[in-house]
Nanobody, 128 residues
Framework: QLQLVESGGGLVQPGGSLRLSCVAS????????IGWFRQAPGKEREGVSC????????YYPDSVKGRFTISRDKAKRTVYLQMNDLKPEDTGRYYC?????????????????????WGQGTQVTVSS
């Protein structure tokens, strides 16, 4: 059973940066694509990044492209989300999730049902 724990959230001013971490345990983690999602109050959860397990292919929606960078350290079983030039609209609770299928792909737009294991999330607030 995969278990995911996010950290690194906090309060940051517009234009600032944060790096989120997702530490995972589970035998098959390194064979699964990992996605980052966020959910703002009153809004649906949306995917903001994904990294494949096989070749490290990444995906970003236009809303974060050029500002967010996802990476993974397989030895540390950790996936990172570097977020730069943060905007108030980036505020929300950020979750990492593991794809439900071994070697599943990051197919845009990221579909929540494709991801079977979720962390509890970490709060990101962008405000002056």
């Amino acid at each position: 059973q995969l278990q995911l724990v996010e950290s690194g959230g906090g309060l940051v001013q517009p234009g600032g940066s944060l790096r989120l971490s997702c530490v995972a345990s589970g035998v098959t983690l390194n064979a699964r694509a990992i996605g980052w999602f966020r959910q703002a109050p009153g809004k649906e959860r949306e995917g903001v990044s994904c990294i494949s397990s096989s070749d490290g292919t990444t995906y970003y929606p236009d809303s974060v492209k050029g500002r967010f960078t996802i990476s993974r350290d397989k030895a540390k079983r950790t996936v990172y989300l570097q977020m730069n030039d943060l905007k108030p609209e980036d505020t929300g609770r950020y979750y990492c999730a593991a794809h439900g299928r071994l070697f599943g792909r990051c197919t845009p737009p990221l579909a929540i049902p494709d991801f079977g294991s979720w962390g509890q999330g970490t709060q990101v607030t962008v405000s002056s």
